[in-house]
């Protein structure tokens, strides 16, 4: 099996992205400790990118008759034949117990959110995708759980408190717009797998309007560390600039309902989420001290 192959099973940029997003909250909980372990920082780092490699794998095996009939898709190396769907089955049950396993040598809560973010995604969203656009909303819990996770595996006593539900809730709210843009963008490809995932099902102005107004929900739910007193004015002021900047494309997006305009959303949410996330760490590092 060649590392490129394997890197397609396991969505190894997206992996990249949800282990980065765990990994910042660590810190950020660790801090709110006073006392950073570093040895279970590199334990997240490594189960995380287990156990999301593993939900991934699981996510390709349930879909891989449909990536067939996806351009974008259609090179994965189940459905190009470069791997079996038993190879594929054994990395992803071997990736999710050693993943567990280690996320649940930090704190019971942390495996468990592990092994729930697991299930949800790969046997909730997963066949979701093909009814109904709720999938969306359905997937955007597990996709929020990350940070989550993170700063609940910087817990001794695995506890959940105001920041962790922070860091969850502009997460979870950044998704619609991130993950809408994507589905405007690919929609044509999507709906060759009969995928429905933009909130009206099609290009139109309701997804258009539906997409502007959780964008324009971030906006506040991004200042939320400010208004609790757990960040200052450079946390609030970036986040705040980031979330114009984001605003002012999605506006784009509803002003002109063409593609073009959505892969600009579609990297702006990119760009977003990393510089808010670690701002937030920055300024709670300077806070905390």
Known sequence: MKWSDFSK??????????VFS?????????????HIDWVNWVKLIVG????????????EIIEKDLDKLMKRTMDRPIPSGKMTTGQALVLGLGMGMA?????GSLNLLTGLLSVFSILLYAFAYTPLKRKSPIAVFVGAIPGALPPLIGYVAAQPN???????LILFAIQFVWQFPHFWAIAWVLDDDYKLAGF???????????SAVITFIFTLILLPVSLLPYFYHHGGYWLAGVSLICSLIFLYQAFGLLRTRQIESARKLMFGS???????????LFDFIGKVK
Request: glycine share 10%; hydrophobic share 50%; proline share 3%.
């Open 9 to 18: 099973l396991i969505k190894l940029r997206l992996t990249f992205l949800v």
């Open 196 to 206: 429905r995932l933009l909130p009206t099902g099609n290009r139109n102005l309701g």
């Open 158 to 164: 695995g506890r959940i408190d105001e920041i962790a």
């Open 270 to 280: 990119f760009m977003y989420l990393p510089i808010v996330q670690l701002m937030f």
């Open 48 to 59: 995380g990118f287990l156990v999301t490699s593993a939900a991934n794998a699981f996510n």
């Open 99 to 103: 993943g567990t396993y280690l996320l």
């Open 22 to 34: 765990a990994s910042i909250s660590f810190l950020i909980g660790s801090r709110a400790n006073g």
